[in-house]
């Protein structure tokens, strides 16, 4: 049975999706970007690292509203709209999801929602 993850802690939706879901023993973090935790309008950061550094924060909070933490991660997905800052993005990534690392993609994009410049979802099993 599939249920969704819409916790009080978590930014609303920017459109008509759940920030999460459950599937069984799988959960599912729908794309966040960094958005302000006060005002679901803005984003917070104007580098990589400090909008991976809140996009992982939301999804931790989405994670741990089941449960789950950043160790229970599987799979990543991380779009980005200037690929040239991988490395930016991999140094906060790395601090945040310890070894063995989840399995990741990353995508070069040409925008994101609100001008963001970092997405990432995730696959968790609890």
Known sequence: ????????????????????????????????????PQDSSKL???TVAEQ????????????????????DVAQTTVYLTDIDAMSEMNEIYAQRFL?????????AVSALPMGALVEMDCVACR
Do not use: H, W
């Open 52 to 71: 991976t550094s809140r996009t992982i924060d939301i999804i931790e909070t989405i994670l741990a509203d089941v449960g789950c933490t950043l160790s």
């Open 99 to 107: 070894q063995p690392a989840p399995a990741r993609a990353v995508v």
């Open 44 to 46: 917070i950061g104007t």
């Open 1 to 36: 049975m599939k249920y969704a993850i819409n916790g009080i802690d978590i930014p609303e939706a920017l459109g008509p999706y759940s920030q999460g879901t459950t599937a069984g023993r799988l959960v599912f973090a729908s794309g966040q970007v960094a958005l302000d």
